[in-house]
């Protein structure tokens, strides 16, 4: 248990407060958009008043290099899936662009996603994806957290960048988000912490080397400096519950799309910032 003594350590002795946050004033443009990188919290947020992208808490030169698309690393990956769309495969000799004329059709569908679709379920971008290359192409489903599935994910959620996010968590939603809620309040893992004990009870404080976010996703996929590539939302919170010693759940699994729910939800009102670029 040495872990979650240095963590609580850590946690407690360089607590820096909030307002020492090197880009707390800075504001992100992109492309002459600005985004909304703060705004009060959704009233379902009990214990928080105002949220705030993960952008806010990163170093002057990581923000810089969201704030540039020619600069903006992840725009290599975003190439090749513009490539991608594209390219013929599978049994019927498609590609997504014989039907979606270009990736421009799927403006506004990231900033509601994951959604409950007409059969009841929750469905999430890679689904949706992987439902037309088996159903409609087919060919091979991708692999969730895969290149070509994050770079797709990342092409299709640009078209939304600068819109708000606005997942609906009422109807036939409500006990999937519940599930959700529950998951991101539970302590698990040998560290014995939940999500919120980070990223709601310590955001803005020094975690060993990095400054703790809200763990928003509303940059997602994201790419990050630490791994050269683009990461999914399941694969970072599978990174975070490895992180407490926890067994992750499975990328695609119901419990992670119910976290996926609450944690969008959790962004309401900020903007669609993919591709965002963090540590
Ligand atoms: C044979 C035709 C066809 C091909 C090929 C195809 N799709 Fe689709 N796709 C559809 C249809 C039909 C729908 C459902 C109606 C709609 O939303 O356009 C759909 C829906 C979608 C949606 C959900 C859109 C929304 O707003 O709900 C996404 C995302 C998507 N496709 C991505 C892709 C990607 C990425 C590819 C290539 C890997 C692809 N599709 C290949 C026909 C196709
Ligand atoms: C021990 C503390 C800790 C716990 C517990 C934890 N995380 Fe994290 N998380 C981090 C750190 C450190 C980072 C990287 C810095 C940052 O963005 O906060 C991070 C990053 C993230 C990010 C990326 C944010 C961004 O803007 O790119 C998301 C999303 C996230 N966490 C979600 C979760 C979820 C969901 C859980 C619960 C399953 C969880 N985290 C549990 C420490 C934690």
Known sequence: MKFKK????????????????????????????????????????????????????????????????????????????????????????????????????????????PRINSSGELETIPELVNGCRTER?????????????????????????????NVNIDGAASSTWDKGKELYYTRVGQLNMSCANCHEDNYGNMIRADHLSMGQINGFPTYRLKNAKLNTIHGRFKGCMKNIRATPYKEGSDEFKALELYVASRSNGLTIETPSVRN
């Not at 607590?15 to 800075?26: C, L």
């Open 137 to 165: 192409m087919g060919a091979e489903k991708w692999k969730w957290s895969g290149g070509s599935m994050a770079g797709i994910v990342g092409l299709i959620g640009l078209q939304s960048r600068g819109m708000p996010v």
């Open 6 to 113: 240095l963590i609580t350590v850590v946690v407690g002795a360089l607590a820096i407060p909030f307002a020492a946050i090197a880009g707390e004033d800075s504001q992100l443009t992109v492309e002459g958009q600005l985004m909304v990188t703060s705004v009060a919290a959704p009233a379902h947020m009990e214990n928080v008043d105002e949220i705030f992208s993960g952008w806010v808490f990163r170093k002057d030169e990581t923000q810089a290099l969201q704030m540039d698309d020619f600069d903006n690393p992840a725009f290599i990956f975003i190439d090749k899936a513009i490539d991608t769309f594209s390219k013929v495969e599978g049994t019927a000799g498609k590609a997504c662009v014989s039907c979606h004329e270009s990736p421009e059709v799927f403006k506004g569908l990231r900033a509601s996603m």
